[in-house]
């Protein structure tokens, strides 16, 4: 049965306009960029078949670059391209909240920046946002990069970068390429050593966000700083 067929309840559509686009599945929003589907099928059929080709994630199906999406069944080079554009859109429309100097009062915001900045890794990188006395946006940067589980963080670096901003509070990220966002007992060892270092310089460390395949972990959330 094709999609116009369908009650208006359930149609990708009419749920996103009726519901908001967070009340539709990976397979719905992936199919209203398809538009139609394969032959014999329907957009959202196709859609299912897209996600389960790349074992039901989203993640690794996006990853690929437009020039391989081009080449996924049911999309080819107009929709690719339209993907890649919708992606990056988000990225910027993230990154533009961060930059209107305006204080950052919302911390999952500042988690979901970093989730677009370093979830498509695949090795694991440690990045800084920097804020002001305000907890408005600075400059954010990527300072290290390591192998597929493990990143050296030198808690010196971190400082001079902070003062060279001339920042009063900070937020880390870092990324597991594994997929599992849960904080290791590393992860909070050197978060502690990092709180501790900025402290001497009176910077504030305001949180740490572990990006793994699902919702970023705050380690400020679970009260680890």
């Known amino acids: 049965m094709h999609i116009r067929h369908w009650p208006k309840t359930e149609r990708p559509r009419e749920k996103l306009l009726a519901h908001g686009a967070r009340a539709l599945s990976d397979a719905e929003l992936l199919a209203i960029f398809l538009g139609s589907g394969l032959r014999g099928s329907d957009a959202v059929r196709t859609a299912r078949d897209l996600l389960k080709a790349h074992g039901a994630s989203l993640r690794r199906l996006l990853d690929h670059s437009p020039c391989a999406l081009a080449r996924q069944p049911g999309l080819g080079p107009a929709r690719a391209c339209m993907l890649a554009a919708a992606l990056e859109l ?8 961060l930059k209107r100097g305006t204080p950052l009062t919302d911390p999952e915001s500042a988690g979901r920046y970093f989730v677009q900045r370093l979830r498509p890794e695949p090795h694991e990188v440690f990045a800084v946002l920097f804020l002001d006395t305000r907890h408005r946006a600075l400059a954010f940067e990527e300072l290290f990069r390591g192998s597929i589980d493990a990143v050296d963080v030198h808690p010196r670096e971190v400082v001079r970068r902070a003062l060279a901003h001339n920042a009063a509070a900070v937020i880390l990220g870092h990324n597991h390429p594994s997929g599992s966002a849960e904080p290791s007992t590393a992860d909070r060892a050197v978060t502690s050593r990092l709180r501790d270092a900025l ?10 966000f572990v990006i793994g395949d699902g919702v970023p972990v705050s380690l400020a ?5």
Do not use: K, N, P, T
Not at 90 to 97: I, K, M, T, V, Y
Not at 199 to 208: G, K, N, T
Not at 221 to 225: P, Q, V
């Open 90 to 97: 988000g990225q910027r429309h993230l990154a533009s909240q």
């Open 199 to 208: 402290a001497l310089v009176e910077i504030r460390l305001l949180d740490h």
């Open 221 to 225: 959330a679970r009260g680890w700083l």
